[in-house]
């Protein structure tokens, strides 16, 4: 499986990437209009307020899902009994923000949300006409007023070699979401399930933008844009001495959205964060 990058300048852009994400779950966008000044900005702030003992000023709410999630309370990939070795943090429009960092990544959060109500018109645009015709309303109206729409500052620290075993920075799994945004990080690693199968390395050139499906779209879509598996594997060598900063957009459709006949998106993600192991 081969995922090719699609120039978001082009005139068949639309078209191509959605046909992307159904062939494959994954789309990746090149020349987009997110700022890679501002992500590089981020990508350094961030690395070293995690160095720092700040962090645990803002640990987790488990009621608002706000704040640090320390490595020793990091989520656990649906069938696995391992935790991801990776810490995060939670960026909410109503939510906490450290003071320690300036204020790009709110400006990140504002700016990929704008393209991400564009690329849902696309997806949209592009379904068939007897998929479309379920949709409980237009995609890009789903996310319209949601404050659950989640940035996701993550860290993997580097591997000391006393890891246990099994333990990868993210074990195999698919996003609850309806699409993930997600900017090229530090590293390379990120992988993704094909229908042969098989592994396949996601293009990741920095300045370019990896966007995936989530559960949610899958679901409202009766599977016609597949929630995709991926994963991020270890490193090895090197590489493996060094941090990686990943800065993933959840989209999420505001709690009363209507999915499918079984779950509207409120119902959808308290149901995944309990298997997740974030929520009792």
């Not at 062939?23 to 307020?49: A, C, D, M, R």
């Not at 204020?103 to 479309?132: F, S």
């Not at 890009?140 to 990868?168: F, K, N, Q």
């Not at 899958?218 to 990686?244: C, F, M, W």
Request: a negative charge; proline letters at 7%; one cysteine or more.
């Amino acid at each position: 499986m081969f995922i090719q990058p699609v120039d978001y300048r082009s005139p068949d852009a639309a078209q191509k990437f959605t046909e992307s994400l159904h062939n494959t779950g994954f789309g990746v966008l090149t020349h987009h209009p997110l700022s890679q000044t501002l992500l590089e900005t981020i990508y350094k702030e961030w690395y070293e307020f995690y160095q720092t003992d700040a962090k645990n000023q803002y640990q987790f709410d488990p009621i608002k899902m706000d704040g640090y999630f320390s490595p020793k309370i990091s989520e656990t990939a649906k069938g696995y009994t391992k935790r991801d070795l990776k810490e995060f943090y939670h960026i909410y429009p109503t939510g906490r923000f450290p003071a320690e960092v300036s204020k790009a990544a709110l400006d990140y959060y504002a700016q990929g949300a704008t393209l991400a109500a564009e690329l849902l018109q696309w997806v949209e645009q592009y379904t068939p006409t007897d998929i479309k015709a379920r949709y409980s309303m237009p995609l890009s109206d789903m996310i319209t007023g949601s404050d659950l729409t989640l940035l996701r500052v993550l860290h993997y620290p580097p591997l000391r070699g006393d890891e246990e075993p099994d333990a990868v920075r993210a074990a195999a799994h698919g996003d609850i979401n309806l699409l993930t945004l997600l900017p090229a990080a530090t590293q390379a690693g990120l992988q993704v399930l094909g229908k042969d199968e098989e592994w396949h390395d996601v293009p990741c050139d920095f300045g370019m933008l990896i966007v995936n499906i989530g559960d949610m779209l899958d679901e409202a879509s009766q599977g016609y844009y597949p929630s995709t598996i991926h994963r991020v594997l270890n490193p090895t060598g090197e590489a493996a001495k060094q941090s990686r900063i990943s800065l993933p957009l959840f989209l999420h459709p505001r709690p009363d959205v209507v999915l499918s006949e079984r779950h509207t998106a409120g119902s959808y993600l308290n149901e995944r964060l309990i298997e997740l192991g974030v929520k009792k």
